[in-house]
């Protein structure tokens, strides 16, 4: 069965805060004959998933371990400090790390962000997930520093965020199993990279109708009838010589 036929599917993993519509949309419009299936996946579990088969590609969070892996990197995400709606921060647009010297600071063990020194003081626990960690920052037990993407995913109105521009930043990035770089693999790449359907650098073929017009020999074009002040002269007329004098 050829690529686009009824029966293939594509499925497409990603990580928490990503948000893979506007990929999807434009697949379901070039391929309506192969279903993509999306997979929801924890971030410290995606790579493993990709290694296993259980999905064809997936958006993961930089850094993670390559081997085996190919991976393009696609955009770069602001840092947020997650706090409640009466702390002091709110008062100012932006936060610096050294603002939050006295703040105790949570860790949460599915964290994405890589730190040198982790900033603030260290919480009293390490929460399994970022979700669990938004309920303790909601109950005014520490501050959590995250991808804007999640913080909005996990936006209550008793909470809000600020930038952290000097903050390690996350990088989401498309990764798949080297090994296993199907068609339709190659597909979705080119999707994600911005390329047209008729790209040359694109596998999804145009349509049979534009295939057989782009065959057809293309007719002469006729003179123009209007817009020339000059008439064509014919074939049967001979050229007149000099008159005597």
Known sequence: MTDGETGDEFRLAYVPGVTPAKWVSVWTERMPGVPITLVAVPAAE????LRDGGADAGFVRLPVDRDGLSVIPLYVETTVVV???DHAVTA????????????????PLDDTLEWAVRPGLPAFTRPATTADTVELVAAGSGLLLV????ARLHDRRDLTYRPVPDAPQSQVAL???TAATTDLVEDFIGIVRGRTANSSRGRTPASPAVERAQQQPQKPRKPAQNGSSRRAVPTSRKKKGNRPR
């Open 92 to 107: 100012v647009d932006e936060v610096a790390i050294a603002d939050l010297t006295d703040d105790e600071v949570f860790h």
């Open 46 to 49: 995606v790579v493993g998933l």
């Open 147 to 150: 991808p804007q993407s999640l």
């Open 83 to 85: 706090v409640p709606k």
């Open 175 to 177: 990764a798949w199993p």
